[in-house]
T-cell receptor, first 117, second 114 residues
């Protein structure tokens, strides 16, 4: 199956600093990628849709100035958590759909555990 | 807005037991995917089902898709500790539908005790 790589897998940062998370589609081009946030033992909560070459689309309640998304190429989307606070600590996951793939399956990155201290 | 309901929410069983988890949708699925997610990892795709009434088997896992394409079940035979994880069902509409946004169930957290 298609592979999506997310980096870093874990990051600890101080309050007030910014953290960048990368999501790469390794063997297909993704015009659209999705960023999710997940709390313990809960399902995925969609934060935003990353669109190559255009602005991201944010879900209601998600601050676009705090969670900056850049989709500069067909294989890379980045999520930057700006001025991080402890309440931003969470598990962040990206996904991408292979447009050439069967049944429009979505493939996920390994996730990033962010801890803000 | 499509809603996916999974049951049970939590399930704890002994190794060797059988189990079934369910996923019900408020509307017809475009295509149904089942994922398993282990702690600290991203969800891993187990199966995709598209056709109503379809049954797929993956080793000890059996996936059934309802005739009306609004419900599905995942049955695990002789569960092993390695089956422990969060099981998610999802619907991935075509990219020209709702911007291709996926809908996920709330998940079933399965714990298999040795």
């Amino acid at each position: 199956g298609a592979v999506v790589s997310q980096h870093p897998s874990r990051v600890i940062c101080k309050s007030g600093t910014s953290v960048k998370i990368e999501c790469r589609s390794l063997d297909f081009q993704a015009t659209t990628m999705f960023w999710y946030r997940q709390f313990p033992k809960q399902s995925l909560m969609l934060m935003a849709t990353s669109n190559e070459g255009s602005k991201a689309t944010y879900e209601q309640g998600v601050e676009k100035d705090k969670f900056l998304i850049n989709h500069a190429s067909l294989t890379l989307s980045t999520l930057t958590v700006t001025s991080a606070h402890p309440e931003d600590s969470s598990f962040y996951i990206c996904s991408a759909r292979d447009p050439a793939g069967e049944n429009t399956e979505a493939f996920f990155g390994q996730g990033t555990r962010l801890t803000v201290v | 807005t499509q809603l996916l309901e999974q049951s049970p929410q939590f399930l704890s069983i002994q190794e060797g037991e059988n189990l079934t988890v369910y996923c019900n949708s408020s509307s017809v699925f475009s295509s149904l995917q089942w994922y398993r997610q282990e702690p600290g990892e991203g969800p891993v795709l187990l199966v995709t089902v598209v056709t109503g009434g379809e049954v797929k088997k993956l080793k000890r896992l059996t996936f059934q898709f309802g005739d009306a394409r609004k419900d599905s079940s995942l049955h695990i035979t002789a569960a092993q500790p390695g089956d422990t994880g969060l099981y998610l069902c999802a619907d991935h509409p075509p990219t020209n539908t709702n911007a291709g946004k996926s809908t996920f169930g709330d998940g079933t957290t399965l714990t298999v005790k040795p």
